[in-house]
């Protein structure tokens, strides 16, 4: 099982980002996926997570309206929007994925993708 993230990098305040989250050795179509966030000195916290349908999303209320949570199945592959960035949401981003959604959004998934880095600037 592996979960590749990626699209993390270097922003100014105000700006977007999107992260992906490719899936080998696993079947999103099966599984929730999610996001979470690790800043320095921190604990890791969730973000944002949805079903295997993608119709059903839950979002952390520090990024409601502004991070999207979505998914291809086909594709086997997750995203994460994020729009207007703040210098909080600096950290390393992970995806994760699990059959059942509340470990997903209690931060101890089955399965940790390795993390891509955001950077936001004021």
């Known amino acids: 099982v592996q979960l590749q993230a990626s699209g993390g990098g270097s922003v100014q305040a105000g700006g977007s980002l999107r992260l992906s989250c490719a899936a080998s050795?696993?079947?999103?179509?099966?599984?929730?996926m999610g996001w979470a966030r690790q800043a320095p000195g921190k604990e890791r916290e969730f973000v944002a997570a949805?079903?295997?349908?993608?119709?059903?999303?839950y979002y952390a209320d520090s990024v409601k309206g502004r991070f999207t949570i979505s998914r291809d199945n086909a594709k086997n592959t997750g995203y994460l929007q994020m729009n207007d960035l703040k210098p909080e949401d600096t950290a390393a981003y992970y995806c994760?994925?699990?059959?059942?959604?509340?470990?997903?959004?209690?931060?101890?998934?089955?399965?940790w993708g390795q993390g891509t880095l955001v950077t936001v600037s004021s």
């Open positions: 050795g696993i079947s999103f179509s099966r599984r929730g």
């Open positions: 949805d079903k295997w349908n993608g119709l059903d999303t």
């Open positions: 994760a994925a699990d059959r059942f959604l509340i470990r997903i959004q209690s931060v101890r998934p089955d399965n």
